[in-house]
């Protein structure tokens, strides 16, 4: 079935056809952090059946958002990352976080979460407490490195080679700067590296 258009010679409604598809932009936020199998997406991406996820990786692959290839010692396992273009995503993603950070209010006892999730308003809080560098995050049992360039923030998995500091923060601080109520110094511990 051909997938619906706007048909509006316009470039927000071309992006949205894009990307304006349920679930697609939370796929793209998922694979910020780097490659991930279809099982770390469906367990990452709770409410997401296996269809929906299924077509929303084949269509973000066709528009040129993703890409997919086969990795492991027979190639049977397929990995999806981003492309360069899925990776200039991330700005819209960032300002969607910014802009829905007065809507989060307080979590609903059905709403899941993931460590992942912040670090989108953790990294505009590293960046503006450090400017550029970079730190590795530890977010209960989960670790990430946000680095903060003359590109922008990014984020990835797993600790950086060589963090410029570290932090650590339990869900009640990071929820805490998320939403505003404190800054990132007043919630975190925050472990400089020596030079």
Do not use: N
Request: aromatic fraction near 6%.
């Amino acid at each position: 079935m051909p997938r619906r258009s706007y048909d509006h010679y316009c470039a927000a409604s071309r992006a949205l056809d894009v990307v304006g598809d349920r679930w697609a932009l939370l796929v793209v936020r998922e694979l910020c952090a780097g490659p991930r199998r279809y099982s770390d997406l469906l367990a990452d991406l709770p409410g997401i059946s296996t269809d929906v996820l299924a077509a929303r990786l084949k269509d973000l692959e066709h528009d040129g958002i993703l890409t997919r290839h086969r990795v492991g010692p027979r190639a049977t396992t397929a990995v999806y990352e981003l492309t360069p273009t899925g990776a200039a995503l991330r700005p819209v993603l960032d300002a969607l976080s910014t802009w829905g950070t007065t809507l989060l209010g307080e979590r609903r006892p059905t709403d899941a979460m993931r460590p992942q999730w912040f670090a989108l308003p953790l990294g505009r809080a590293v960046a503006d407490r450090i400017g550029t560098g970079t730190v590795t995050v530890h977010l209960g049992d989960t670790t990430f490195h946000i680095v903060v360039g003359e590109h922008g923030i990014t984020h990835h998995d797993g600790p950086a080679a060589e963090p410029d500091a570290e932090l650590r923060l339990d869900w009640t601080a990071a929820t805490a700067v998320a939403t505003g109520a404190k800054s990132l110094a007043d919630a975190a511990e925050w472990i400089p590296q020596p030079t």
